[in-house]
Nanobody, 123 residues
Framework: QVQLVESGGGLVQAGGSLRLSCAASGRTFSSYTMGWFRQAPGEERECVSAISSIGGRTYYADSVKGRFTISRDNAKNTVYLQMNSLKPEDTAVYYC????????????????WGQGTQVTVSS
């Protein structure tokens, strides 16, 4: 079983930056597509970014494109989400997830999830 642990969330003012990290267990990390999802209270879980197993393909939601950057370091079993120019609308719990399939954006395709990390952006 894959275990995922997110870190890096916190409080930040609008316009600020945060970098989320997701550390994965095991030595098969490089075989997974990794995604970052977020969920605000009362709203549907949303895929904000995803990256293929070797980093050759990426996806960004329109709402974050140009502001967020996903990357991975397979040697460290870690995926990152650099978030710049943060907006109050970005406030949510952010989840790291892993999929054994080709890059996808639906949460149903990700069987492994981290515990989430809270990101709060103040105006």
């Amino acid at each position: 079983q894959v275990q995922l642990v997110e870190s890096g969330g916190g409080l930040v003012q609008a316009g600020g930056s945060l970098r989320l990290s997701c550390a994965a267990s095991g030595r098969t990390f490089s075989s997974y597509t990794m995604g970052w999802f977020r969920q605000a209270p009362g709203e549907e879980r949303e895929c904000v970014s995803a990256i293929s197993s070797i980093g050759g393909r990426t996806y960004y939601a329109d709402s974050v494109k140009g502001r967020f950057t996903i990357s991975r370091d397979n040697a460290k079993n870690t995926v990152y989400l650099q978030m710049n120019s943060l907006k109050p609308e970005d406030t949510a719990v952010y989840y790291c997830a892993a999929s054994s399939n080709w890059i996808r954006t639906g949460s149903q395709y990700y069987p492994y999830w981290g515990q989430g990390t809270q990101v709060t952006v103040s105006s």
